[in-house]
């Protein structure tokens, strides 16, 4: 691990934690009106692997015959870790019209609740079905299916403009010049916008020197 990238990020994170960054301002805009949103960069992530550990061994007797057994119930996995996952908050500050940029916008939230109001149309014109193959009635499947295929349709575009949501909260936090540099010493860091609990943040716990 470079020492220079570890050294970054532990500036951010004692930018972050004293209040240094991020700007009252919208990130992305300049908005005064914005909120303090969070968001987390795993820089990077320990390689861990796993390896069995064998449990112990007994003596016993059968008639005259000593016996050396294996007691497998002794056997574990044991976690094999290297390196150290670096983890950094990196808040911003986004007014409501960015934030729902960030999301893909509002013609990514139209199409999201048109494909849901299809699918949920789908599911209820499904229950009219079964209950006409009951009582005799005209309902026939190949109606919901067409349903069905519009709300996935529908939903497609909807999708790949929120899956353009990395690219856009890079965009944003390339506009604060401690979070621009961090980026560029982590290109491949992957985001979150809540905290990956599991791991532990080499820069924060002082770890992961080498």
Request: hydrophobic share 45%; charged share 20%.
């Amino acid at each position: 691990m470079s020492k220079d990238k570890l050294a970054t990020a532990r500036r951010v994170l004692a930018q972050v934690q004293d209040g240094t960054i991020p700007d009252s301002k919208c990130a992305n805009c300049g908005n005064p009106h914005a909120e303090r949103r969070s968001f987390y960069a795993v820089c990077e992530r320990a390689q861990r692997s796993y390896e069995s550990e064998k449990g112990g061994f007994w003596i016993g007797i059968f008639g005259w015959f000593p016996l050396v057994l294996h007691d497998g119930s002794g056997d574990k996995l044991v976690e094999i870790r290297e390196g150290e996952d670096i983890v950094v908050p990196v808040p911003l500050a986004i007014c409501d019209a960015c934030d729902r940029e960030l999301y893909g916008g509002d013609t990514a939230r139209l199409l999201s609740i048109t494909s849901q109001l299809f699918l949920l149309g789908g599911f209820g014109l499904l229950a009219a079905w079964v209950v006409s193959q009951i009582m005799g009635g005209p309902i026939r499947f190949l109606w919901i299916a067409i349903i069905f295929g519009i709300a996935v349709l529908i939903n497609f575009p909807a999708d790949f403009l929120q899956s353009r949501w990395r690219k856009q909260l890079i965009g944003y936090l390339n506009k604060v010049p401690a979070y621009a540099e961090l980026m560029e010493a982590y290109p491949e860091a992957e985001l979150f916008a809540t905290k990956p609990t599991e791991l532990l943040s080499s820069a924060e716990s002082g770890q992961g020197d080498s």
